[in-house]
């Protein structure tokens, strides 16, 4: 089977800096990658080439073995690690007017709020919104249409164990229907659960990539994510030291 989205050689330079140095994965339909690493390896350029909001130096991004475009990329739902929306604005305009932008109707609106428990809240202005409404928020917003990829930044973030419950919920939903999904985090346990495979990279290249039963056959049979990660990360040696 034919991977649904490719990424090959993929490398991002921000002057003497790189970002993203020769990254290649696949991803099959349906699936929901979790990508790792720490603060600056690289996982928000990745996500931003894929999104289009970042220009790569070099690589090859293909969609179902076609070049991926603006076009494609309209049919993807993206929820930042910060959201960035109208904070005077309400729940209820703030989403309708980014669906309207993806082409949604009011209904489709009603129907995601409903999903991530804000439909109660519409009238409430955004300023006034925690951090975890604000993520629900976002997903929501990123939700309507159906999107064919949902890609997430830190999804986790600021919600409690109900709230996280309800958010694995509607993302094994998004997957049964036939969605696949990106997900970069640092909260191990939440994702653990959800992910068919595991992409960990560090220093802007990637240090494995596979099933959890692989890694697990390979670093830790009984380990949990976070224990086989951060065994990883201490394996891989830092650029310089690889050469010496």
Same mark, same amino acid.
Do not use: W
């Given at each position: 089977?034919?991977?649904?989205?490719?990424?090959?050689?993929?490398?991002?330079?921000?002057?003497?800096?790189?970002?993203?140095?020769?990254?290649?994965?696949?991803?099959?339909?349906?699936?929901?990658?979790?990508?790792?690493?720490?603060?600056?390896?690289?996982?928000?350029?990745?996500?931003?080439?894929?999104?289009?909001?970042?220009?790569?130096?070099?690589?090859?991004?293909?969609?179902?073995?076609?070049?991926?475009?603006?076009?494609?990329?309209?049919?993807?739902?993206?929820?930042?690690?910060?959201?960035?929306?109208?904070?005077?604005?309400? %729940?209820?305009?703030? @989403? *309708?007017?980014? $669906?309207? #932008?993806?082409?949604?109707?009011?209904?489709? &609106?009603? +129907?995601?709020?409903?999903?991530?428990?804000?439909?109660?809240?519409?009238?409430r202005k955004v300023r006034q919104l925690s951090k975890g409404?604000?993520?629900?928020?976002g997903l929501a917003i990123a939700l309507c249409g159906q999107?064919?990829?949902?890609?997430?930044?830190?999804?986790?973030?600021?919600?409690?164990?109900?709230?996280?419950?309800?958010?694995?919920?509607?993302?094994?939903?998004?997957?049964?229907?036939?969605?696949?999904?990106?997900?970069?985090?640092?909260?191990?346990?939440? %994702?653990?659960?959800? @992910? *068919?495979?595991? $992409?960990? #990279?560090?220093?802007?290249?990637?240090?494995? &990539?596979? +099933?959890?039963?692989?890694?697990?056959?390979?670093?830790?049979a009984e380990d949990s994510l976070e224990t086989i990660y951060?065994?990883?990360?201490?394996?891989?040696?830092?650029?310089?030291?690889?050469?010496?």
């Amino acid at each position: 089977m034919s991977a649904y989205l490719q990424v090959s050689g993929l490398t991002k330079h921000y002057g003497a800096i790189t970002a993203l140095d020769g990254v290649d994965l696949s991803v099959e339909r349906g699936g929901v990658l979790a990508l790792l690493g720490p603060n600056g390896a690289g996982k928000s350029t990745l996500f931003g080439c894929v999104l289009g909001l970042t220009r790569p130096t070099s690589g090859n991004l293909l969609l179902q073995n076609h070049p991926l475009t603006d076009a494609d990329r309209r049919s993807f739902g993206y929820v930042a690690e910060r959201v960035a929306l109208y904070p005077q604005r309400t %729940v209820l305009e703030n @989403a *309708s007017f980014f $669906a309207r #932008l993806k082409g949604q109707s009011d209904s489709e &609106v009603a +129907t995601q709020l409903k999903r991530v428990g804000l439909y109660g809240v519409g009238d409430r202005k955004v300023r006034q919104l925690s951090k975890g409404m604000l993520q629900r928020l976002g997903l929501a917003i990123a939700l309507c249409g159906q999107p064919e990829l949902l890609v997430l930044d830190e999804p986790f973030n600021g919600l409690d164990p109900v709230l996280l419950d309800t958010l694995q919920c509607i993302l094994r939903a998004e997957q049964a229907r036939g969605a696949t999904l990106l997900i970069s985090t640092h909260t191990m346990s939440a %994702v653990e659960p959800l @992910a *068919s495979h595991i $992409a960990i #990279l560090l220093r802007g290249q990637l240090a494995t &990539v596979g +099933t959890l039963e692989a890694l697990r056959a390979e670093h830790g049979a009984e380990d949990s994510l976070e224990t086989i990660y951060h065994r990883i990360a201490r394996r891989t040696p830092a650029p310089e030291e690889a050469f010496a």
